[in-house]
């Protein structure tokens, strides 16, 4: 049965077009593919169940401290406007961490935007009818699923806010991927003149994928969620991090013409450079950063303190003010999850590919623009 948003998505110009066999497509077999991706769209948000609930990675989640920068942007937003969280995309636990800094201290929770593939069994049941999450096809080019869910995006802006990850899945690389246009388009449809964009930044010391993910670099094939869960459980023996969530300005998009494709590009460079601005620099990146295969501890405190001057002067948002305290904070988590090992009094490196993620995490704030790198 379709609920009061999904029956207003039927309702908008653009839906109905398609059913009448504006893009090519009419019929009742367009009418069952709108509805069936409609049925599958639907989310309920049941706030209270959510706090109370022992949720599968709770004993996960508890291992990660949350802290938070600049929550007054959202403070001060959430009084007037709708808004849009726009987030870099680092681990699965983002879903949990980013909405739990919001709840933890009283802000409106919002939707989320996830991918699809976090909708099987009891999880996928959690996020449909508790947590409020949205499941998304990524990278589909069906018109009947792309005009549905711009216009289920759009109505849902009507009444609540909402967070997602223009970058769409994880990077698996590490670095700041380029951001993808779809679902900001889809709520500049919603056509409020409240609405700001909020872009959001999450860093972690350690991410509890790392090992998982970085062998990859580049995203193959969409893996059961059951077996990614499984091995998030075994890499969270002994797992300790800080999760530091950083809100940037409110960014206003109630005027950006959602039929402009300059415009809808524009503003989606500008979520994403602010979000890798304001991304924190963390002793872990550094680190990484400045490593090399072999090396004494006094040459690798040099070369992060010249990597930290440099990161100083493009006013990265920095969480480590020197060599030394990026080695204090740093060697010992990189040691115990087995990436690197001091040795007759130098760092070696043990897991290459893993370390080489936690470096391109700052790559973006190294690297000028048009500069090859």
């Known amino acids: 049965m379709l609920d ?8 908008r110009d653009e839906v109905v077009k398609y059913l009448r066999g504006g893009y ?14 409609l049925e599958e769209l639907q989310t309920k948000q049941r706030h209270k169940i959510y706090r109370a609930l022992q949720h599968p990675l709770y004993p996960i989640l508890r291992k990660i401290e949350r802290q938070h920068e600049n929550l007054h942007h959202v403070v001060g937003a959430a009084r007037g406007h709708r808004i849009v969280y726009a987030s870099n995309h680092k681990s699965h636990t983002d879903y949990l961490v980013e909405p739990l800094v919001l709840d933890d201290n009283g802000i409106r929770p919002p939707l989320i935007a996830a991918g699809i593939n976090l ?14 999450a949205i499941p998304i096809r990524r990278n589909t080019k069906d018109p009947a699923y792309l005009i549905t869910l711009k216009a289920y995006i759009s ?41 700001v964009i909020i872009p959001t930044a999450v860093a972690y010391d350690l991410v509890l994928e790392d090992h998982i993910i970085a062998r990859q670099r580049v995203k193959r094939t969409q893996r059961p969620f059951r077996r990614e869960l499984a091995e998030m459980v075994r890499y969270a023996v002994g797992y300790r991090s800080r999760a530091v969530v950083t809100f940037g300005a409110p960014i206003p998009a109630g005027d950006c013409d959602p039929h402009s494709r300059t415009e809808v590009l524009e503003l989606t460079r500008m979520i994403r450079a602010r979000i890798g601005a304001q991304y924190k620099v963390l002793p872990t990146a550094v680190f990484a950063a400045a490593m090399r ?36 904070e740093a060697a010992e988590p990189l040691e115990t999850r087995n990436i690197v090992v001091l040795e007759a009094g130098r760092f070696r490196v043990r897991d290459r590919s893993v370390l080489r993620y936690y470096a391109r995490t700052i790559e973006h704030l190294l690297v000028t623009p048009g500069r090859p790198h």
């Not at 090519?24 to 069936?36: I, N, S």
């Not at 769409?168 to 449809?189: C, F, M, N």
Request: glycine share 12%.
């Open 4 to 11: 009061e948003i999904a029956q207003a998505v039927l309702a």
């Open 155 to 195: 109505e849902i802006l009507k009444k609540h806010d909402l967070f997602f990850y223009p970058e769409g899945g994880r990077s698996y690389s590490g670095e700041l991927k380029p951001a993808k246009t779809g679902l900001i388009s889809a709520a500049l449809a919603a056509n409020r003149r409240d609405l």
């Open 119 to 132: 909708f099987g069994g009891p999880l996928g049941l959690i996020h449909r009818h508790v947590t409020g």
């Open 24 to 37: 090519g497509d009419r019929g009742d077999q367009a009418r069952e593919r709108v509805y069936g991706y």
């Open 293 to 328: 295969p072999s090396i004494t501890r006094r040459d690798l405190e040099s070369r992060i303190d010249h990597m930290i001057e440099e990161l100083a002067a493009r006013r990265a948002n920095l969480g480590v003010m020197s060599g030394r305290q990026a080695i204090e």
